[in-house]
Nanobody, 123 residues
């Protein structure tokens, strides 16, 4: 497993941008596919975006396509989530996670999780 620490959350007005970072410990980061999930109060955790370990193929939930971009830096052991055109409904705690599975949109396939970072979008 890897240890994951998120940063970059905060309060932003609707239409604004934030970049989340997730730093991973260990020397095996490149062997993991990485994902971002979010959980709003009173709601279930939902998949946001993922990036595969080998080809760097990216996946997004429909509600963030065209607004969010996931990327990774295997030298810095970090995965990023650039969030543009933020909406109030993007308000949630955002978690990054690591997996060796190929089922990247399923939270149950991830075996390492960060503590999360709060994103609040005001209207």
């Amino acid at each position: 497993q890897v240890q994951l620490v998120e940063s970059g959350g905060g309060l932003v007005q609707a239409g604004g941008s934030l970049r989340l970072s997730c730093a991973a410990s260990g020397r095996t980061f490149s062997s993991y596919s990485m994902g971002w999930f979010r959980q709003a109060p009173g709601k279930e955790r939902e998949f946001v975006a993922a990036i595969s370990r080998s080809t760097g193929t990216t996946y997004y939930t429909d509600s963030v396509k065209g607004r969010f971009t996931i990327s990774r830096d295997n030298i810095k052991n970090t995965v990023y989530l650039q969030m543009n055109s933020l909406k109030p409904e993007d308000t949630a705690v955002y978690h990054c996670a690591a997996t060796r599975s190929t089922l990247l949109t399923r939270g149950g396939q991830y075996d390492s999780w960060g503590q999360g970072t709060q994103v609040t979008v005001s209207s």
